[in-house]
């Protein structure tokens, strides 16, 4: 059988990508205006778009007015992080260590304020366990992870879970399934349906039961995408049949996903989750939320879509030419792109950038800071280390604590926010202006601009960068170099900074002269001020600092405001009376900006207050040095292997191990089935073993081989059934230890001659020091040359992929276990006659530790695996492996691994 997932089924209950490879934003971003020129009709029309998006989807802007949802509105810095870090978890002390892994990041980049938690893919599909239980068997389950997010809520740390819409090949919630079963009229069902409903997945199926009162159960076949519903369902009348799997409906239990991951947040006080792969988050998320009582945000992967607007508050933003999964680098327009969906929000939506692989980090930290937006710190990449550069750090601290203490003040929730404001002096330097509306006290009347100069290899020392207002002592203004931390003076333009300024008293006139678009001007005004006075439109052009003439039309009082006039290139036109008035005088604060990096001014009214002069000093402090003095060079982060300790050795073979002659040079060729990462890109994927100088996916090498000695087959459940009724061993945690034992010490019968499952690698390692007078697991080396021999075979019997040597590949929502381990031999044996090698059970060889994650290599791949692209991938041929990251033994523990022993020979 197979999970099938037909696209445009799948869509019907979530809104995944077509494509695993996930694009541009689309409608959150939109690019900036072409030139300065263009400016003023560019940001006409993103304000009709506003207006216009805002009337199609009925927006008022409600959902951002939500208590509990509030804080989306100021959380800047969010890593995506796997629970398995290091630096969160110590497996050794088996603690969660949150204040190490707050720290560590305070330290390097300024701290965070939300995470997203991490611990299904990639090692989803190990086994038929669901999204949700991969959460249920973390160290110490729900309760545990319950008191983690109090800890990190204490340290002002939101917490969002990921949701993977695509993960409808596992165990179904709220069912119990029954593999290889049939339910029908007299055979333990009543028929709902005499003819089947098609194109269904398991998750459709069981949501057609959801939704009838009377439907008890549902039988599916996965490879027909066939449903049908029943009634009074026994499950000790249900026929044997490998075609069908029934999943029987445990009423009272929440099934849906929304029910299930909304109910999951709320009983661990969770925030909000991350949708995976999604392109908006459907609103059936939010009525669930609504009806729980317990608001939650919805961070799409792709952002998001316009009516979505009404119950999202947050999204990731892709922004730039985006090329996640391609080995060229990230491409950036110089003039950057703009965050629509803030804007159409009037300046609430998080977008949270993103960049995976990225190593330099300087043009997104732009785009955030130009957009008051938020950015995505992720470094823990599936198990790979992308660490963030000293000097992006650095950046990443100056740039959140601008964020925080502006976004905390509401300047960067304006719903005046001007991007690429034309009070911008100096080229390829951008601004966006955030005046802050209906402030109190000292923030009354205030107005932040945010900065970045985009030369990338110019620094721009203090030379004028922004114009402001005509200095009047009546209304005196202060200006504060937010990114430095100094006070600003107020400075005249020189004139030749803005070139065909004569020389004169206030303004001077040019009659029959008018200017305008193309016309020696660019227009800050597209429609007239009408009705009034000379004076009154000289007061406009006084109090706007981009101003730097205004044309005036006497007949009917029209005033036009203008930036950037070059009087030789006025329109000459008599029959209207036009007159422009150009500005002598202009003025500027100057500051220096350096290449790439940010800037930030503050205008407000009054002196700085206690609170503001504090910011400033951190500022001042925190910016002594420059950003390019600090190291940008991007390096690997080591691994190493753990070591395999010797055995007590042996003269001959023990009671069911096989002798494996020694190999002088064996040529040890291996490559990780990883989905993700690329050597092309230097990520550091898979694993790296003591002769190479760094982690790769692909391995090559000639290593020696001593003789040693090699279980015959898996360890199975009667061999582990003696060991603990040697050792009295009893799991410090027991979640999932034995799983399809029911309690017992003992296994049960059928399980005899199986392999052993449901065991931590500790627990298999435990059990080799304990068999054959003490032996090990082998090194991946050793297991491949049992398997390969010297000829390099794809397969343990030879090059042909024979289905009759091995297990068929099980893909249904219920994994049924492994086969007996004598179930294909001998036509399955290696060439030394070792059994069992290949498609039945995982097997644990190597562990591989960095400073971040622990993960160990996996050989022979499983009977079993989830039909999706996104689940733990096979790895039959003996070339290959799997990587499974590892926590703690409730977390390892999957029905697919098992393991066999190896011992030294004397």
């Known amino acids: 059988v197979m999970c099938a997932l037909p696209v445009a089924a799948l869509l019907v209950l979530v809104c995944v990508l077509p494509s695993p490879a996930m694009g541009s934003c689309g409608a959150c971003q939109t690019s900036g205006p072409t030139s300065v020129d263009a400016q003023p009709a560019w940001l006409a029309a993103l304000r009709s778009d506003r207006l216009a998006t805002q009337q199609k989807i009925n927006f008022t802007g409600g959902v951002f007015a939500v208590p509990q949802l509030r804080w989306t509105q100021t959380s800047y810095i969010q890593p995506q992080m796997h629970p398995y870090d290091q630096f969160f978890y110590n497996y050794t002390t088996h603690e969660y260590t949150v204040d190490v892994y707050l720290n560590d990041l305070t330290k390097r980049y300024g701290g965070i304020d939300a995470m997203l938690l991490w611990p299904t893919y990639t090692n989803i599909g190990i086994d038929d366990r669901n999204q949700f239980d991969m959460f249920r068997s973390l160290p110490g389950g729900l309760a545990m992870l319950t008191n983690v997010t109090a800890q990190l809520h204490a340290r002002g740390v939101r917490v969002l879970w990921p949701y993977n819409p695509w993960d409808v090949c596992t165990r179904r919630e709220g069912y119990t399934g029954y593999a290889a079963a049939n339910c029908y009229m007299g055979h333990g069902g009543v028929d709902i349906d005499q003819q089947p409903h098609t194109g269904m997945n398991a998750a459709q199926c069981t949501a057609l039961c959801d939704a009838d009162v009377a439907c008890d159960c549902v039988v599916f076949d996965a490879s027909r995408q066939y449903c049908w519903r029943r009634a009074h369902c026994q499950p000790s009348a249900f026929q044997a049949d490998p075609e069908y799997t029934v999943f029987v409906r445990q009423r009272g239990q929440p099934s849906s996903d929304p029910d299930v991951l909304v109910g999951l947040l709320k009983q661990t006080r969770g925030d909000g989750f991350n949708g995976d792969t999604m392109q908006f988050v459907p609103e059936i998320w939010w009525e669930t939320a609504r009806n729980m009582s317990y608001p939650v945000a919805f961070e799409p992967e792709a952002c998001g879509t316009d009516p979505a607007l009404d119950w999202s508050t947050m999204g990731w933003a892709k922004w730039g030419d985006y090329h996640d999964d391609a080995y060229e680098p990230y491409t950036y327009p110089q003039v950057p792109m703009i965050d629509r969906f803030k804007f159409v929000t009037n300046g609430k939506f998080m977008s949270n950038s993103v960049a995976r692989w990225e190593k330099d980090r300087l043009n ?17 990449v599936w198990g790979i280390w992308n660490g963030i550069v000293p000097r992006d750090g650095e950046a990443i601290r100056r740039l959140s604590s601008m964020l925080r203490f502006f976004g905390g003040a509401g300047y960067l929730q304006s719903p005046e926010w001007e ?275 760094y982690p790769s996916q692909v391995h090559d090498s000639n290593v020696s081989i001593a003789a040693f000695f090699l279980d015959k087959y898996p360890v199975t459940a009667a061999n582990y059934s003696q060991y603990l009724a040697a050792t009295g061993y009893k799991p410090r945690d027991p979640y999932n230890w034995l799983k399809t034992w029911n309690g017992s010490r003992s296994c049960p019968a059928h399980l005899a001659n199986t392999p052993v499952t449901y065991v931590s690698l500790a627990e298999a390692r435990a059990y080799c020091a304990w068999a054959h007078g003490g032996s090990r697991l082998p090194h991946e080396w050793e297991w491949q040359y049992a398997a390969q021999g010297l000829d390099g075979r794809a397969y343990p019997w030879g090059n042909s992929k024979d289905q009759a040597r091995y297990p068929v590949l099980m893909t249904g929502n219920i994994y049924s276990g492994p086969r007996e381990v004598t179930a294909f031999e001998p036509q399955g044996n290696s060439p030394f006659g070792v059994a069992d090698l290949v498609g039945n059970v995982w097997q644990y060889t190597e562990e591989f530790t960095d400073v971040h994650t622990r993960a160990v290599v996996l050989r022979g791949s499983a009977n079993y695996r989830p039909n999706y692209l996104w689940y733990f991938p096979t790895a039959l041929e003996l070339d290959t492996h799997g990587k499974y990251f590892l926590m703690d033994e409730s977390y390892e523990r999957a029905g697919t691994i098992g393991f066999r022993c190896a011992k030294d020979s004397a």
């Open 364 to 380: 997104r930290i732009q785009i955030v800071w130009l957009n008051g937006a938020g950015y995505e710190t992720w470094e823990n």
């Open 419 to 693: 991007p690429f404001t034309l009070e911008i002096v100096q080229d390829l330097v951008f601004g966006s202006k955030w005046p802050l509306a209906n402030g109190a006290g000292d923030s009354a009347n205030s107005t932040l601009w945010s900065i970045v100069n985009r030369n990338f290899d110019k620094n721009l020392t203090t030379v004028p960068q922004l114009l402001v207002p005509s200095p009047n002592p009546a209304t005196p203004k202060y200006y504060y170099d937010c990114y430095h931390g100094v006070q600003l003076q107020v400075e005249k333009l020189p004139q030749h900074q803005l070139p065909g300024m004569p020389s004169a008293s206030d303004y001077t006139a040019y009659p029959g002269k008018n200017a305008y678009q193309g016309h020696g001007a660019v227009d800050l005004d597209l429609d007239p001020v009408s009705s009034v006075t000379l004076d009154q439109c000289m007061a406009r052009c006084d109090a706007t600092a981009a101003c730097s003439c205004f044309v005036f039309l006497p007949s009917s009082g029209s005033c036009w405001r203008r930036a950037r006039c070059v009087a030789a290139q006025f329109e000459r036109d008599t029959t209207q009376n036009y007159t422009t008035y150009v500005k002598n005088t202009m003025y500027a604060v100057a500051f220096p900006l350096e290449a790439t990096g940010l800037g930030c001014v503050l205008e407000q009214s009054q002196p700085a207050d206690a609170r503001l002069q504090a910011f400033l000093a951190t500022m001042q402090s925190m910016t002594q040095r420059a950003l390019a003095s600090y190291d940008a060079t991007f390096h690997r982060l080591p691994q190493q292997m753990v070591p395999i300790g010797p055995s007590p050795r042996a003269q001959s073979p023990p009671p069911g191990m096989v002798r494996i002659p020694a190999a002088q040079s064996f040529r040890f060729k291996v490559r990780g089935v990883e989905i993700e990462g690329s050597d092309q890109r230097g990520e550091g994927v898979d694993v790296q073993y003591p002769w190479e100088a």
